[in-house]
Every structure is written in structure tokens, then in C-alpha cells.
């Protein structure tokens, strides 16, 4: 990565300082406000603000991002949604589970994807937001067409069969929810209109009644997960959304589960690639992301032939050369003044929003953020990839808090760097191990 620091905005609102900083103090990646943070983005930003302006104009895309723990790769999807949501995007971001999200049964990624879709105006779950919106459309197209108040049911009727005809071919009984789903907020009927949107969303065990007053049957399935999710994009585009947004994160699981599982996921991984190739989803931005281990191993992507074909890059060049519009991207991840680079850039705008800024620059002035940095890489046994989350931590929560609230701490006389193994993922405490009696093996 650059060690350029990012460009920051003049001013940057209280909310969206707090948002990241209070996300740093807990050791997690922040939900929004990354542009604030991001270093050594810049050479992918041409290549994909064009892919999300062709989406945008109807094409779909693929893509695979590829990374070490460390490496940036959830920073990354986060950026680049919120640069999708600048541009009206709906997002959202699944994390691919055996247990939660089995990539194998996309029924259950489509339900996960509902539950986590936000828009620029909508938090999670934004679906109802984005169905209300697009029968308001309907309804104003219908107007503008000259009909009256006592014909707009059967014209929006009639325009919703319009809009989903292609749709309807392969998943007739999304549009009939929906026509159900607005009959019963016609008849003041909420209890059945929420739960032919639950059913909507993917959701299984919604009551037989609500499911007869909508003229659907049964629950969604692994095949007809596709339909619905085009649908869906059917409702984005129609609703104003430029399209969706959508990141299946730590593909790399799929190693973990046992053989049957994994092979079926592979494949659903494959067939989902080809879709969106194939152009059924108009206006579906997708991203994977997963280790090089899953990309490369033969117990991940290519234990699939067809899949490893459809992901095959080449990455024997010099990374500076690597290709952003290629299928697979890949993350660098970080070295020591990267790392560096980032700690100021933290310091520096939690220092803008602090009491006492000259005090936050004077006692972690550079050099201290750079002996923080070195330090927590080496109780990492000196990989430094796998420590921005841990360093981010400690410079946040132990010493620039401190420093804000307390006129007499000083971190270098105060503070001594300690690494628990309570607060460390299993990479984090593999990379600490001081010896190989010490290294969690995941023999499951």
C-alpha cells in the first residue's frame, strides 16, 4: 500500500469522526467513513468507479478480492460500497458462515442479503423502504398517465405485471407477494402485509394465512433464491436505486466445511459467476473476498475446475502492475510505514475532534505513533500485515483516550504495550506464538 496519507475532507461532521474512532477503540472496521482512512486506494478508483458507472447503465459485474488476514479486505469492500452508495447504490454485505449463511444454500445468502440491504436513505433492513418506494412510482407513472384516483389499484395492478414479466417467468410468486403485499396495506391489514414481506425477504415459517391472502405457497428455495434476487433488482432499478451493491465476505470458510458441503458451495459460487455473466442480473455489482490459500488451495477454488478457470489471474508480475479491472484483485496489505501512515492519519482526526489537540499531537507526535506501530508488529512476531486492527486498537482506546482525558499521562512514561490473548483473533495469537507448541491448529 501507499504511504501517502488520504485526503481529507476540510471539515469532517462529529458524527461520522465518532462513528470511526468509536469502531477503532473496539477493534473493528468502520461502517462508514472510510474514505477518511483509505491509503493506497487510489490506483483502484478509474478502474472501478467505471465498472460501478457500467452496472449503473444496466451491466453486471463480478468481482474477487484476495488478501492475507490484514490485508484490508472488508476496509476495502466497505470503501468501495461507500462509494456505490455516493452514487445511489443499495448495499449489502454478507459474511459467508457453514453455520449462518451456507453459500451452498443461496435461499438463505438471498434472505441474509435483505436483512443487510441499506440504501443511502435506509439503514438495514431497507427492503420495505425500497417496495413502498417502488409502488410510489408506480403510482405517480399511473397519474402521469391520466388515471384517475378510482382506477389506480388495478393501473398499478397492471404495471407491477408490466415491470416484473421477465421476472415473473422464473419467480411468478415474487410478483404475487408484492400484489399481495400492497392489497393488504390497501385494507389496512399490517399484520399480514409485514408478513408477506417477511416471506418476501426470504424468510421461512410465515403463517399459512398470510401466505394464502398473497396466492403463494411453500418457502423459498436454493433455485428460486435466483428469481427473487432478480426481482429484487427489478424493484432497485424501478424504485431509483442504481443498482445493488453486494460483498459475500470470507469465502475462504468454505475450506473449513465438510467435503459435501464444500463442493456444493463451490459450485453454487460457480453458478452464481456464470449468472452474473451471463447478464440475468442487470444492475448486480458482486464481490467475494477470500485468502490466497482459498483462491489457490486445493481444498478451495480449485478443487472446482470451472470455477478456478473463471478466477484464474495472473499475479507473477510486480503488484504494481496488477490489473484493477482483472477478475481477482489483490490487496498488498500493509507494511510498516503504511502502518505508520495510517496511525497519524488517526491521530490526527481524533485530535481534530478532541479538547486538547495540541496536547494529542505533542505527547503521540509522529515518532511515538511510529514506535507504537513497531512495537505492536513486533509482539506480532514481526508480521506486520496482521497488525493495523491490533495497533489501530491500542492508539485509540490506551493512548490517545488517555491523553485526551488526563493532562498529565504520558505514553511514554505511562503506558507499556500489552497483548492479551483474550483480544486476538487466532491469526493475531498464531502470529505471537513464541513457538510452534504455541500455534493454534484448527483441526475440526
Not at 485526503?7 to 477518511?36: H, N
Not at 478508483?45 to 452496472?55: C, F, I, K
Not at 436483512?115 to 427492503?127: I, N, Q, V
Not at 478457470?309 to 477478475?327: G, I, K, S, W
Amino acid at each position: 500500500m501507499s504511504t501517502d496519507q488520504p485526503i481529507r475532507p476540510a471539515t469532517v461532521s462529529a458524527a461520522r469522526r465518532r462513528d470511526v474512532i468509536d469502531a477503532l477503540r473496539r477493534g473493528a472496521v468502520p461502517e462508514s467513513g472510510l474514505d477518511l482512512l483509505a491509503t493506497g486506494l487510489d490506483r483502484f478508483e478509474s478502474a472501478l468507479d467505471g465498472e460501478l458507472e457500467a452496472v449503473s447503465s444496466g451491466a453486471s459485474v463480478f468481482k474477487a478480492v484476495r488478501g492475507e488476514y490484514g490485508s484490508g479486505k472488508t476496509f476495502f469492500t466497505r470503501w468501495l460500497g461507500e462509494r456505490a452508495k455516493r452514487r445511489n447504490f443499495a448495499v449489502a454485505e454478507i459474511q459467508v458462515s457453514e453455520t449462518e449463511t451456507p453459500l451452498h444454500k443461496l435461499e438463505t445468502v438471498y434472505r441474509r442479503l435483505t436483512e443487510r440491504l441499506a440504501t443511502p436513505g435506509f439503514p438495514p433492513s431497507a427492503l420495505r423502504p425500497v417496495v413502498d418506494a417502488w409502488f410510489y412510482a408506480l403510482e405517480e407513472d399511473a397519474l402521469a398517465a391520466g388515471v384517475s384516483d378510482e382506477a389506480l389499484s388495478d393501473a398499478v395492478n397492471r404495471l407491477t405485471t408490466a415491470r416484473l414479466a421477465e421476472v415473473s417467468r422464473h419467480a411468478p410468486s415474487f410478483a404475487a407477494a408484492l400484489r399481495g403485499y400492497r392489497q393488504a396495506q390497501d385494507e389496512g391489514d399490517e399484520a399480514t402485509a409485514a408478513a408477506v414481506m417477511a416471506w418476501l425477504g426470504g424468510q421461512p415459517h410465515v403463517a399459512a394465512s398470510a401466505r394464502r391472502a398473497a396466492g403463494v405457497r411453500g418457502d423459498l428455495d436454493h433455485f428460486g433464491a435466483f428469481g427473487f434476487l432478480q426481482g429484487l433488482l427489478t424493484v432497485l432499478r424501478d424504485s431509483g436505486h442504481a443498482g445493488l451493491f453486494l460483498v459475500l465476505d470470507e469465502v475462504e470458510t468454505l475450506q473449513r466445511v465438510r467435503s459435501d458441503a464444500r463442493d456444493k458451495a463451490l459450485n453454487a459460487l460457480r453458478q452464481l459467476i456464470d449468472e452474473v455473466h451471463s447478464g440475468r442480473f442487470p444492475g448486480l455489482y458482486l464481490v467475494i473476498t477470500g485468502t490466497p490459500a482459498f483462491y489457490d488451495g486445493q481444498q478451495g477454488a480449485q478443487r472446482l475446475a470451472p470455477l478456478a478457470q473463471r478466477l484464474a489471474t495472473d499475479f507473477t508480475t510486480d503488484p504494481r502492475f496488477d490489473n484493477p479491472r482483472a477478475v481477482q484483485l489483490r490487496l498488498p496489505g500493509f507494511t510498516l510505514e503504511s502502518l505508520i501512515s495510517l496511525g497519524i492519519t488517526i491521530r490526527d482526526l481524533y485530535a481534530d475532534g478532541s479538547t486538547a489537540p495540541e496536547r494529542i499531537a505533542s505527547n503521540a507526535d509522529d515518532a511515538y505513533v511510529a514506535d507504537l506501530a513497531r512495537a505492536v508488529g513486533g509482539s506480532l512476531g514481526g508480521k506486520v500485515g496482521v497488525a493495523p486492527r491490533l495497533f489501530l486498537k491500542k492508539l485509540v482506546g490506551d493512548v490517545l483516550d488517555r491523553i485526551d482525558q488526563f493532562e498529565d499521562f504520558d505514553p511514554r512514561k505511562h503506558y507499556a504495550l500489552t497483548l492479551n490473548a483474550s483480544e486476538m483473533s487466532p491469526v493475531e495469537r498464531n502470529a505471537a506464538a513464541a513457538s510452534a507448541d504455541d500455534v493454534e491448529l484448527d483441526l475440526s
